[in-house]
């Protein structure tokens, strides 16, 4: 059996991260509530249960083979020697969390918390691919985010990799940073929620044939703006949880994460409330959704390091930022992102990671942290869209991930499970018919 | 071109990584990595230019 590489400093630090991780589902509840208020009311069954699919098997995959891959600090793993250096690339770890201890050390909680945190990843595609994906592909695809791209990427960051190792090995102050999960859960979510919507293509109705994106607005905004204050909840818990285990902060700071925390939402969420008041005479409720949402994956970098008047800024030009780029994609790119995943959870999460090394402040004084930033979003883009678009896009030859124009039409509550989630409602086809 | 565009992503990413290994700590190894970021940000560009699709084009 592994012993614990390390073990959480005291019995109160244990007890927090306790509490912390049991928050985190709420961000699953959040993020499930915002994807499915902002899609079509005839798919909405179909999207919440989607979020269930993908919570389990993201969770099971990740038993089964991610820990595997991704493992943790101290556990022994696979290097490579280059430069005279060696660099930890993946785990080697048995499958099915064989040779661990589930005895409350830091790896085991970490083990607990991944299996959360996973499906969070999983769930933001869902964003993307609203109201033409189809469940069964869904699933499929969600395994291949748990089972390797996810862990893969957490590994080099959480699990001792060469990211991690980029201050000792480089020289690069404390190498790559992230407390909370900017880059782990969100950026990889968010480039594999593009992926998605490249493969998936747009919304039939979406686009005209010169290319103006018509608006298709969410069903539910109630559902939306609720889903915020649920992903608040859970994200306090989830950036302690990720800075006490990955980052080793002492249990005092959980007061700053917290603090931190809030600060980026409601910064981001009023500004991006203010910006669309500004430019559109009505303040827009699923953009400040999208501004709200994104505050918080920048706050994760950064929660434990920054301070909270510094934390504000990060929040101001991650609302602005998201609000932005939720436009540029729908009108500039044409991606047809209906949950604004791509912005919300890929871009502020590169902020987030930037902010964290242009204004993060060490005792130590060490130079070089925004250098290690730049490397590690340069892997988000290298590595991880690729290999998230590359395996996507097989998955699509073998099994189409798009539902049919029949489904679209019919909505993905009748064609995939049968029964709609508002039987009451009526269904609305006008973008089928001819103009 | 959708592939090429992900190809230079990923050159651009081993560039990056070439510089790491090889180079040491000075300003030469900090260009080289930008040059590689450089190329990644030609290649989102030609990704997301590839993936501009238009209602017919989608069938």
């Known amino acids: ?70 493992g943790f600090p101290g556990i022994p793993a696979h290097v490579l020697i280059a430069g005279g250096k060696s660099w930890d690339w993946i785990a080697a770890q048995p499958f ?5 201890n589930l005895d409350g050390s830091a790896a085991s909680l970490a083990v607990w918390l991944q299996m959360m945190s996973v499906g969070i990843a999983a769930l933001i595609p869902l964003g993307s691919g609203g109201d033409r994906w189809r469940l069964r592909a869904i699933c499929f695809s969600t395994a ?12 080099w960051v959480w699990g001792g990799g060469w990211l991690a190792q980029l201050g000792v090995n480089s020289g690069m102050a404390h190498g790559f940073l992230d407390a909370g999960g900017s880059s782990t859960i969100h950026v990889v979510g968010g480039l594999t929620a593009l992926s998605i919507a490249w493969i998936l293509g747009p919304r039939r109705g979406k686009y005209s044939s010169n ?50 925390t809030i600060i980026a939402a409601a910064s981001a969420g009023l500004t991006a409330a203010l910006v669309t008041r500004v430019r559109f005479t009505k303040p827009d409720a699923s953009l400040t959704a999208n501004g709200w949402i994104g505050g918080l994956v920048a706050s994760s970098a950064a929660c434990a390091l920054l301070q909270p008047a510094e934390m504000m800024i990060v929040g101001i030009i991650a609302g602005a930022l998201v609000t932005f780029s939720v436009e540029w994609f729908e009108f ?66 073998f099994h189409p991930q798009r539902v049919g124009i029949e489904g679209e039409r019919q909505g993905m509550d009748l064609h995939e499970l049968g029964a709609e989630a508002y039987p009451e409602f009526i269904t609305h086809t006008e973008e089928y018919l001819p103009h | 071109m959708k592939i090429a565009g992900f190809l230079l992503l990923f050159t651009g990413w081993i ?10 700590a000075s300003s030469s190894r900090t260009g080289f990595i930008l040059a590689g970021i450089a190329v990644e940000i030609l290649g989102l560009v030609l990704a997301a230019r590839t993936h501009r699709i238009l209602p017919e084009d989608q069938g």
């Open chain 1, 1 to 70: 059996m592994i012993s614990p590489p390390v073990l959480p400093s005291n019995e109160i630090v244990f007890a927090l991260c306790v509490v912390s991780i049991l928050l985190v589902p709420f961000v699953g509840v959040g993020l499930t509530l915002i994807n499915t208020g902002l899609g079509r009311s005839r798919s909405a069954g179909h999207s919440m249960m989607a979020s269930l699919c993908v919570m389990a098997i993201a969770a099971l995959v990740y038993f089964v083979c991610g820990f595997a891959w991704q």
């Open chain 1, 96 to 100: 099915f969390l064989r040779k661990l």
């Open chain 1, 144 to 155: 291949i985010l748990a089972g390797w791209t996810y862990p893969v990427f957490a590994h």
């Open chain 1, 211 to 260: 290319g103006m994106p018509s608006a298709i607005p969410g069903h539910n905004v109630t559902y939306v703006l609720a889903g915020c204050l649920f992903a608040l909840t859970g994200w306090i818990g989830l950036n302690s949880a990720g800075a006490f285990l990955f980052t080793g902060v002492e249990g005092r700071r959980i007061i700053l994460i917290a603090i931190n």
């Open chain 1, 332 to 397: 500039g790119l044409r991606v047809d992102d209906p949950g604004g995943a791509v912005s919300v959870h890929a871009i502020a999460g590169i902020w987030g990671l930037l902010a964290l090394g242009l204004l993060a402040r060490f005792p130590d004084n060490q130079s070089g942290q925004w250098l290690a930033q730049v490397i590690g979003v340069a892997t988000l883009l290298g590595f991880v869209l690729p290999t998230a678009y590359a395996l996507n896009w097989l998955l699509d030859r």
């Open chain 2, 15 to 24: 560039l990056v990584l070439v510089a790491l290994a090889i180079l040491p």
